[in-house]
T-cell receptor, first 116, second 112 residues
Framework: AQSVTQLDSHVSVSEGTPVLLRCNYS??????LFWYVQHPNKGLQLLLK??????LVKGINGFEAEFKKSETSFHLTKPSAHMSDAAEYFC??????????????FGAGTRLAVHP | EAGVTQSPTHLIKTRGQQATLRCSPI?????VYWYQQALGLGLQFLLW???????NRGNFPPRFSGRQFPNYSSELNVNALELEDSALYLC???????????FGEGSRLTVL
């Protein structure tokens, strides 16, 4: 069975400091992995995706994530937080090899707060 | 290029009524997904349409239904509304899920 676990429901950082949002996944097949961001009362925006190419994936707004198969992790990082990064972040897994059955599995979300 | 568009932005209904939400996918995308984001419950998969057919549905009662039109736009219908149906309903489209889903801004349904 496939699942995704976001290890922190809330993360608080100061502006200009690094951001780390943690995500572990479980998948029987080689998955695709995504990070989405949702600002208040908005839809979800795709930040980045991993689809079995380079393990270090660069996304928009300075975010990046590293796929580590041995640790089944796909943590999201950013070197320096900006106030506009305050939002909810979702780690998502799309299992492969499932005979055409396509359903993304969303993590519970991590709310990032950025303080001046 | 226009993104996924949803209407209405906000909808207020009373218990027992019916709600209809609409979604237009990105041009060229044939798959449409519906998700419910209720307070405290995260994102729950509702329905997946592809090429006009319902391909899969989540763990929701039959009063949640929908359809996809020949132009790939989609409609979500919720009958016999209950208070707990109050949520943000998100529509997404894709060519292939492994490339990621592209979401609209959502329709916020409030049931009084």
């Amino acid at each position: 069975a496939q699942s995704v676990t976001q290890l922190d429901s809330h993360v608080s950082v100061s502006e200009g400091t690094p951001v780390l949002l943690r995500c572990n996944y479980s998948s029987s097949y080689s998955p695709s992995l995504f990070w989405y961001v949702q600002h208040p009362n908005k839809g979800l925006q795709l930040l980045l995706k991993y689809t079995s190419a380079a393990t270090l994936v660069k996304g928009i707004n300075g975010f990046e994530a590293e796929f580590k198969k041995s640790e089944t992790s796909f943590h999201l990082t950013k070197p320096s937080a900006h106030m506009s990064d305050a939002a909810e972040y979702f780690c998502v897994v799309s299992p492969h090899g499932s005979g055409g059955y396509n359903k993304l599995i969303f993590g519970a979300g991590t709310r990032l707060a950025v303080h001046p | 290029e226009a993104g996924v568009t949803q209407s209405p932005t906000h909808l207020i209904k009373t218990r027992g009524q019916q709600a209809t939400l609409r979604c237009s996918p990105i041009s060229g995308h044939t798959s449409v997904y519906w998700y419910q984001q209720a307070l405290g419950l995260g994102l729950q998969f509702l329905l997946w349409y592809d090429e006009g057919e319902e391909r899969n549905r989540g763990n929701f009662p039959p009063r949640f239904s929908g359809r996809q039109f020949p132009n790939y736009s989609s409609e979500l219908n919720v009958n016999a509304l209950e208070l707990e149906d109050s949520a943000l309903y998100l529509c997404a489209s894709s060519l292939e899920p492994s490339r990621g889903l592209f979401f609209g801004e959502g329709s916020r349904l409030t049931v009084l």
